[in-house]
Nanobody, 124 residues
Framework: QVPLVESGGGLVQAGGSLRLSCAAS????????MGWFRQAPGKEREFVAT????????IYADSVKGRFTISRDNAKSTVNLQMNSLKPEDTAIYFC?????????????????WGQGTQVTVSS
C-alpha cells in the first residue's frame, strides 16, 4: 500500500478558507491521476475534484466549482485542495486518493489508494 496522508483540515467559519494537502510516497504517485473525495455524516462518499499527472487537466464537482482549486507538486509528491468561500454544507471528512493509471475519473471505485481522511468543519 502506498501511504497517502492528508493534512490541513480544521474548523472554519462560513466564508473562510482552508488548504488541504496530501503527501504521497512510492512509485504509485508517478504518472497517475489524483483526486479528492468527501463524506459527510450519514451521506455517501462524493467526488470533489481530480487532477491529471501534469496538472493540465482537472474536473470539479458542480458543488465546489469556482470555490475549490486542486493542484499538485510532483517534485514534492503532494496534491493540494484550496477551498475558498466555504459553506456549512462543505463539512465532511476529506479523503485524498490515487489511481493506478493516468486517466481522470470521478468514480471513487476507480481509485486504488486512499488516505485516512481529514475533518473539515464549517460553522455558520
Amino acid at each position: 500500500q502506498v501511504p497517502l496522508v492528508e493534512s490541513g483540515g480544521g474548523l472554519v467559519q462560513a466564508g473562510g478558507s482552508l488548504r488541504l494537502s496530501c503527501a504521497a510516497s512510492g512509485r504509485t504517485f508517478s504518472g497517475v491521476a489524483m483526486g479528492w473525495f468527501r463524506q459527510a455524516p450519514g451521506k455517501e462518499r462524493e467526488f470533489v475534484a481530480t487532477i491529471n499527472w501534469s496538472g493540465t487537466s482537472t474536473i470539479y464537482a458542480d458543488s465546489v466549482k469556482g470555490r475549490f482549486t486542486i493542484s499538485r507538486d510532483n517534485a514534492k509528491s503532494t496534491v493540494n485542495l484550496q477551498m475558498n468561500s466555504l459553506k456549512p454544507e462543505d463539512t465532511a471528512i476529506y479523503f485524498c486518493a490515487a489511481r493506478a493509471s493516468s486517466g481522470l475519473t470521478i468514480i471513487g471505485n476507480a481509485y486504488r489508494y486512499w488516505g485516512q481522511g481529514t475533518q473539515v468543519t464549517v460553522s455558520s
